[in-house]
């Protein structure tokens, strides 16, 4: 497994990192011991950066985080997150952000995390993200209990205006940087390199499209961008390889991202993402690859408040 320097935190973090949400049964019912398998398997192939979040199944995700990891937390770099408790439950207030935070530690069995992140900003103001919840954030952080904070969202370019605004360690930004979608580039990378900020790259399989099992019902991308989605893999699958491994391996590509988080509720998804880390991909099946996706390349969708969206 190679590691990447997680920006200025310092952080050496795997290239691949493991996604926590489908252990909250978010991609349908995910058996809790082979959850728990998967997880031991990360950490064995080399994965240390775990991302998890209250939400992910309404705290369930934390929970079955938190059990695999017992006797093994000093082995990883654990991140969660805040603000963000149902589809439509927010709450970025000081004084939630500091029970949650007491709340996630307590499920995930420890007594610090390395990376504590305000979750979806683009669901609440941005005056509240940058006056109350990072300040209250850095406080925590002060006291110990958070190593790094930062800040996770669809939209480029509110993630962009309020680090502008208020200094934060790390970005998560998910499903704008994978094969169907690249345009974090344009929005959001030249400035938190300028910056020494972290970047985390998450959902290089677009929520599952870029697999061959597909996305979960809820997914929000048109049915063409799934079209085109089914369309790849069926391509790679008539070449022999598997999509999700070309997915990974241009995510892998970026020069910038630290960690590529995937979820990966099996043992033998961390297996096969994990061994995608060590090949480079086919120059000519990529190039296929892009050309039948371009007629759906870079199509993103509402998440949020209007003022928040990036078009
Ligand atoms: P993803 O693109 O990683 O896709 C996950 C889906 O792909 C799951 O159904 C999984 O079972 C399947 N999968 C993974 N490897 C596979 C393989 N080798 N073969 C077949 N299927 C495979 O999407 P994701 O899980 O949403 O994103 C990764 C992680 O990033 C999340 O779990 C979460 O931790 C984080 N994330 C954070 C935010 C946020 O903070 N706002 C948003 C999205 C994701």
């Known amino acids: ?146 190593r ?11 993630l962009r205006r309020v680090a502008e605004a208020v200094p934060v360690d790390v970005v998560l930004s998910y499903c704008r940087y994978n094969l169907l979608i690249a345009d974090l580039d344009d929005l959001l990378t030249p400035f938190v390199k300028e910056h020494g900020i972290g970047l985390i790259n998450a959902s290089p399989l677009h929520m599952g499209i870029l697999s061959a099992s597909g996305p979960p019902p809820w997914h929000p991308a048109s049915s063409g961008v799934k079209k085109a989605g089914r369309a790849v893999v069926e391509l790679c699958e008539r070449r022999g390889v ?11 590509a970026h020069p910038y991202v630290s960690t590529t988080l995937a979820g990966m509720p099996a043992v033998e998804q961390v297996r096969q993402n994990a061994a995608a880390a060590s090949i480079v991909a086919d120059e000519t099946l990529l190039a296929e690859v892009l050309a039948l996706i371009a007629p759906f390349k870079n199509r993103s969708w509402p998440t949020g408040l209007p003022e928040n969206q990036d078009a």
């Open 242 to 252: 598997r999509a999700s491994d070309v997915a990974l391996q241009f995510a892998f």
């Open 148 to 158: 790094f904070i930062g800040i996770t969202g669809l939209q480029l370019n509110l």
């Open 1 to 146: 497994m190679e590691y990447r320097t997680l920006g200025r935190t310092g952080l050496e973090v795997s290239k691949l990192g493991y996604g926590g949400s489908p252990l909250g049964d978010e991609f349908g019912a995910a058996d809790p011991a082979e959850g728990e398998r998967a997880v031991h398997c990360a950490i064995d192939l080399g994965i240390n950066y775990f991302d998890v979040a209250p939400y992910y199944g309404r705290t369930l995700a934390e929970t079955r985080l938190g059990a695999a990891l017992q006797g093994r937390r000093d082995n990883v770099i654990l991140a969660t997150k805040c603000g963000r408790y149902d589809v439509n439950g927010f709450d970025f207030s000081a004084a939630r952000i500091r029970r949650s935070i007491d709340e996630s530690l307590a499920r995930l069995r420890t007594d610090y995390l390395d990376v504590f992140l305000a979750h979806d900003i683009e669901f609440v103001s941005e005056k509240q993200i940058v006056e109350e919840a990072i300040p209250t954030m850095r406080a925590i952080q002060r006291e110990g209990k958070a």
